[in-house]
């Protein structure tokens, strides 16, 4: 990291006699300890500091930089997807890297869609719908939207937490399984679909229906994924289409 610090926020004590840069936040009366910890780890995380001045509306922005920077699937003409967009990181990336503005001369110029239950702020460059993917016919309303399919469908779509280890774990692998059932809907043959999963024990089949799928399937945690959390990304590129989807299976790269 380009500043030094540790992902996560946390500095390595710089020993005796030096102060601990590390910003502490007291405790106050009606604030509880999960919110007064989350308000230090952001306040010492490096990459919320860099998504302000960086102008990104979160830090969750620097995933998908470092997963495309990787595996380079947000190229200039690029149409994409966004589901589970809110607060609009990941479509800012997206902007840029597929020359959604046309700012990049000579270059094809790409499409970003990006949904949410929530409303979303507008960002310029992006077409931004309030929509469930979930919902009835949302996979044909999108495909109405952007006027054919998709190369990219990326998620970083998380199931309000329930407190519950396990629970999460299922309603997040019931999640991208939706995700991953809509992708197949609405990509492109040769196509990408990009999501977070949470690493756990019940997604051997997810797993094992991507590589039936796609040509090659990574699995991989960006560094700006903090360290103490179970997420990790599917990148998954190389759609065989609808008709297709059979043998022989994908690489693994994991
Ligand atoms: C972690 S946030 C996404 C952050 C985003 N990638 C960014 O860079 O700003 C997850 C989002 O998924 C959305 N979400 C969860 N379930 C959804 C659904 N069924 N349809 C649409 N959006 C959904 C939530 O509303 C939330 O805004």
Redesign the pocket.
């Given at each position: 990291m380009s500043d030094g610090k540790k992902p996560g926020g946390e500095r390595k004590s710089s020993g005796r006699g030096q102060r601990d840069l590390r910003v502490r936040v007291k405790s106050a009366k009606g604030r509880r300890l999960s919110s007064t910890l989350w308000l230090e780890r952001q306040l010492n995380d490096p990459y919320v500091a860099r998504a302000k001045r960086e102008g990104y509306?979160?830090r969750?922005?620097f995933k998908?930089l470092e997963l495309d920077d990787k595996y380079r699937f947000l190229v200039p003409g690029a149409r994409v997807v966004?589901?589970?967009?809110?607060?609009?990181?990941?479509?800012q990336v997206a902007v840029g890297r597929v020359n959604a503005l046309g700012e990049k001369s000579g270059k094809k110029v790409g499409r970003v869609l990006g949904?949410?239950?929530?409303e979303i702020d507008p960002i310029a460059g992006a077409e931004l719908h309030q929509?469930?993917?979930?919902s009835e016919g949302a996979d044909d309303q999108v495909k109405a939207w952007l006027g054919g399919r998709a190369d990219v469908v990326m998620s970083?779509?998380?199931?309000a937490s329930s407190g519950h280890k396990g629970t999460d774990h299922l309603r997040i692998v019931a999640?991208i399984e939706a995700a991953l059932d809509f992708a197949f809907d609405v990509l492109e043959p040769g196509g990408t679909f990009v999501a977070k999963v949470l690493a756990g024990g019940a997604e051997s089949e997810m797993q094992a229906m991507l590589k039936r799928n796609f040509r090659k399937v990574a699995n991989v945690k960006p560094p700006a994924s903090r360290s103490d959390s179970s997420e990790k990304f599917v990148v998954a590129q190389g759609f065989r289409g609808r008709d297709d989807a059979a043998e022989p299976e994908a690489e693994d790269d994991i």
């Open positions: 509306r979160g969750a922005a998908i966004d589901l589970g967009c809110a607060p609009g990181g990941w479509c949904v949410d239950l929530q929509l469930d993917f979930l970083d779509m998380a199931a999640l």
